[in-house]
């Protein structure tokens, strides 16, 4: 069975800091693109940030320049780092694994943004 570990969340103020992880096994990491969703209340799953293994990314055009998506292959994890967070940032984060057999998702990690 696929795990995806997520952890680093919980409570910030606006213009705050935080780091999300999410490891997994290496057969699933390292033939994975990689990336973190969320979801807001009453909101649908929206991508974040996606890295694929050979480190190209792609990030929603809300957190550009504030959030930053980066692999670590000799430990298979994958960070989401957040800066300059915002209220409207606070949601459900996920983070999902997709190699091309497959689609894999952890259990989320509550980020809040206070203001």
């Known amino acids: 069975q696929v795990q995806l570990v997520e952890s680093g969340g919980g409570l910030v103020q606006a213009g705050g800091s935080m780091r999300l992880s999410c490891a997994t096994s290496?057969?699933?990491?390292?033939?994975?693109?990689m990336g973190w969703y969320r979801q807001a209340p009453g909101k649908r799953r929206e991508l974040v940030a996606a890295?694929?293994?050979?480190?190209?990314?792609n990030y929603a055009d809300s957190v550009k320049d504030r959030f930053a998506i980066s692999r670590n292959n000799a430990e298979n994890t994958v960070y989401l780092q957040m800066n300059s967070l915002k209220p409207e940032d606070t949601a459900v984060y996920y983070c999902?694994?997709?190699?091309?057999?497959?689609?894999?998702w952890g259990q989320g990690t509550q980020v809040t943004v206070s203001s």
């Open positions: 999902n694994a997709r190699p091309i057999w497959g689609d894999y």
């Open positions: 290496r057969s699933i990491f390292g033939s994975s693109t």
């Open positions: 890295i694929t293994p050979s480190g190209s990314t």
